[in-house]
């Protein structure tokens, strides 16, 4: 079976907080900022292939007192990333271990993910990523998991699917897919050792 992961919140750690921490004194003026002016829905057009320079200009017009704050948010990207989920890297090594045909599917900006790319060296496991930021297209539309199994030929009927969105995963599933919503690495090994993808024990 070809399992196919999320990478953010899944595989690589990334929440936006971890910058803003360090610029608002006041947590409740960092979570309106965080939901008004760079906001979920905003941030997701960049993951759509919306450029940085439209994108902090558009949110310097809506917010124009917030000039400093917005361009943070490209300037200062990698801070938001503060590493790896290191038990789901491991039941990633494992998988790649046994043989296991890995594959990724990923709402992320194209360039934000070049650059963090590097810094994380178990992403060459997987034979293939499909980046939405690349390919203007987002999960849980159809297209993104179509083109992922058109570009490698594999059957999407026989793979599985892990986000940590629930909405991600019933996208994967309305096409075909097993569905597995990640909410731990504990989680995601007990579902993959009851689907024969992992043995019952530990691999050392």
Request: with cysteine.
């Amino acid at each position: 079976m070809n399992v196919v992961f999320d990478l953010g919140m899944v595989l690589i750690e990334w929440d936006p907080r971890h910058l803003y921490r360090n610029v608002f004194a006041d947590e409740a003026k960092m979570e309106w900022f965080l939901a008004e002016v760079c906001s979920p829905a905003w941030n997701l057009e960049q993951d759509k292939g919306r450029s940085w320079d439209d994108a902090i200009g558009e949110a310097i017009a809506r917010h124009p007192t917030w000039e400093y704050e917005i361009r943070l948010y490209r300037s200062r990207w990698m801070e938001m990333v503060p590493g790896a989920i290191a038990e789901s890297v491991g039941i990633l090594e494992e998988l790649h271990g046994r043989g296991t045909p890995l594959y990724a599917i990923t709402n992320w900006n194209g360039e934000t993910f070049w650059e963090t790319r590097e810094r994380f060296p178990f992403l060459s496991l997987f034979r293939d990523i499909v980046v939405s930021g690349d390919e203007n297209l987002l999960k849980p539309e159809p297209a993104i998991f179509q083109l992922l199994a058109r570009r490698n030929g594999i059957d999407l009927g026989h793979s599985i699917f892990i986000d940590d969105s629930l909405k991600n995963v019933k996208g994967a599933e309305a096409v075909g897919m097993k569905g597995h919503h990640f909410t731990s690495p504990e989680g995601l090994r007990t579902a993959l050792r009851t689907r024969g993808l992992l043995s019952k024990s530990r691999e050392s």
